[in-house]
């Protein structure tokens, strides 16, 4: 399954960086998510975009800023990271509404030195 | 918000036996409740997903039932085969328009040939 690509698939970077995680997805949907996923902890959402609009940020600190220029397309820009952001981040996309399936991406894991 | 726990946290059984992987949540409007599985590398992958409106739905070896009273709901594999073997998520959705599912922390389901 190909509808949602995420890229890059590896990332290395110091904590002094700037680096972009990009999502696309080719479903028709209109809600895109990006989450966190570390060892032995629960998914974790970070942000949704609802029809390009940002409604949840789930107290993510300020070094994550998304983007998401249309409905297709998302962005999760990185800088000056800690090594505890080390993780693999899964973009996921659905309809919009309740109980509405999540589709996800391979994920970006993501290496912070 | 809603807590979602999930057990075991590792299983491991005999290929042809059956694994059951057991959730609760705590919010009586969470009215969705998927189910993934992530092979390891790869993606989460919806397997099955059940509303509030019926109590079972089953599709070929894997079924889940759902009980609205307990606030349990469970995912049943029956004849196991290796490649069953990946780490298992519950999740259950509130019925907001935001599409925010929250996740269990995950079963390493191991299937011995």
């Known amino acids: 399954e190909t509808g949602v690509t995420q890229t890059p698939r590896h990332l290395v970077m110091g904590m002094t960086n700037k680096k972009s995680l990009k999502c696309e997805q080719h479903?028709?949907?209109?809600?895109m998510y990006w989450y966190k996923q570390s060892a032995k902890k629960p998914l974790e959402l970070m942000f949704v975009?609802?029809?390009?609009?940002?409604?949840e940020n789930n107290s993510v600190p300020s070094r994550f800023s998304p983007e998401c220029p249309n409905s297709s397309h998302l962005f999760l820009h990185l800088h000056t990271l800690q090594p505890e952001d080390s993780a693999l981040y899964l973009c996921a996309s659905s309809q919009t509404g309740s109980n509405q399936p999540q589709h996800f991406g391979d994920g970006t894991r993501l290496s912070i030195l | 918000g809603e807590n979602v726990e999930q057990h075991p946290s590792t299983l491991s059984v005999q290929e042809g036996d059956s694994a059951v992987i057991k959730c609760t949540y705590s919010?009586?409007?969470?009215?969705?409740f998927p189910w993934y599985k992530q092979e390891l590398g790869k993606r989460p992958q919806l397997i099955i997903d059940?509303?509030?409106?019926?109590g079972e739905k089953k599709d070929q070896r894997i079924a889940v039932t759902l009980n609205k009273t307990a606030k349990h709901f469970s995912l049943h594999i029956t004849e196991t085969q290796p490649e069953d073997s990946a780490v298992y998520f519950c999740a259950a959705d509130r019925g907001s328009t935001l599409g925010r599912l929250y996740f269990g922390r995950g079963t390493q389901l191991t299937v011995w040939p």
């Open positions: 479903l028709g949907h209109n809600a």
């Open positions: 059940i509303r509030s409106n019926v």
């Open positions: 975009y609802n029809f390009k609009e940002q409604t």
């Open positions: 919010d009586s409007a969470s009215n969705y």
